[in-house]
């Protein structure tokens, strides 16, 4: 969850920050959520990352289902 979703794909990108992009070497942002607000966004995110693997796959599938690089969309 974040405020600034272009500057912090932009500190995953370029492995700026800890964690899992950084242990996985993920490069693409393939799903996003905007929300109006930060608590419901807290909520979502707890959510998703509840979440099984099947059902995360099924959430970027139905919204990027090449899976894209959705980067360039948001800066």
């Known amino acids: 969850m974040t405020s600034n979703l272009g500057k912090r794909v932009y500190e995953h990108k370029n492995k700026m920050t800890q964690g899992f992009t950084a242990k996985y070497d ?8 905007a929300l109006e607000k930060m608590e ?27 899976w894209n690089d959705l980067y360039e969309e948001i800066i």
């Open 26 to 33: 993920c490069k693409k942002l393939v799903y996003y959520e």
């Open 40 to 66: 419901n966004a807290i909520v979502r995110e707890k959510q998703i990352k509840a979440g099984s693997w099947k059902k995360k796959l099924a959430l970027i599938e139905g919204m990027n289902p090449e």
